[in-house]
T-cell receptor, first 110, second 114 residues
Framework: GESVGLHLPTLSVQEGDNSIINCAYS??????FIWYKQESGKGPQFIID?????DKRQGQRVTVLLNKTVKHLSLQIAATQPGDSAVYFC?????????FGSGTRLLVRP | KAGVTQTPRYLIKTRGQQVTLSCSPI?????VSWYQQTPGQGLQFLFE???????NKGNFPGRFSGRQFSNSRSEMNVSTLELGDSALYLC?????????????FGSGTRLTVV
């Protein structure tokens, strides 16, 4: 069936280091991918998105990489800050809805 | 510009009761989608409304229903509540139908069924 999964459930990084969160997707029909950040008590917040006709997209301190050959998506956060501590979800859009991954918790050590 | 507003924030109901949750989208957004978030199943699509019409529905039983009003506000209803319905219910609004218009999520309604 359709699924979006993450390799690491928890990622702990030192403040100032770069973080990389990975995601595998299974639906070849997906043409739009999004990364969300969810802090405790809040709904998912859009971070960055990428269309299937792109391999890389950069935002402020964040970069998303898409490898369609192996159906892999990654989120890179540069100079990780304490405020980056949250759960991160990747999501794919094969049709009208989003299919979310199970999430990775990012912990930033001071 | 106000974000997506969901009310109430917290709700405790007894098994067998019914519940109605409300979502007010961002002004100008005509599409509202609902998702259920649980620790075990993660985020799962419930349904989507656009211009007062349900466009798509996820794999949930008929106890889950919703509607959208002419001002784009949406409500979802769960009847005959079960313990497994305990979850965070998230509403997302977008300018157009479908997920690729870009969602903005509300903070959710935390439903606890006892």
């Amino acid at each position: 069936g359709e699924s979006v999964g993450l390799h690491l459930p928890t990622l702990s990084v030192q403040e100032g280091d770069n973080s990389i969160i990975n995601c595998a997707y299974s639906n070849s029909a997906s043409d739009y991918f999004i990364w969300y950040k969810q802090e405790s008590g809040k709904g998912p917040q859009f971070i960055i998105d990428i269309r299937s006709n792109m391999d890389k997209r950069q935002g402020q301190r964040v970069t998303v990489l898409l490898n369609k050959t192996v159906k892999h998506l990654s989120l890179q956060i540069a100079a990780t800050q304490p405020g980056d501590s949250a759960v991160y979800f990747c999501a794919e859009n094969p049709s009208y809805k989003l299919i979310f991954g199970s999430g990775t918790r990012l912990l930033v050590r001071p | 510009k106000a974000g997506v507003t969901q009310t109430p924030r917290y709700l405790i109901k007894t098994r067998g009761q019914q519940v109605t949750l409300s979502c007010s989208p961002i002004s100008g957004h005509r599409s509202v989608s609902w998702y259920q978030q649980t620790p075990g199943q993660g985020l799962q699509f419930l349904f989507e409304y656009f211009s007062e019409t349900q466009r798509n529905k996820g794999n949930f039983p008929g106890r889950f229903s919703g509607r959208q009003f002419s001002n784009s506000r949406s409500e979802m209803n769960v009847s005959t509540l079960e313990l497994g319905d305990s979850a965070l219910y998230l509403c997302a609004s977008s300018e157009g139908p479908g997920a690729d218009y870009g969602y903005t999520f509300g903070s959710g309604t935390r439903l606890t069924v006892v």
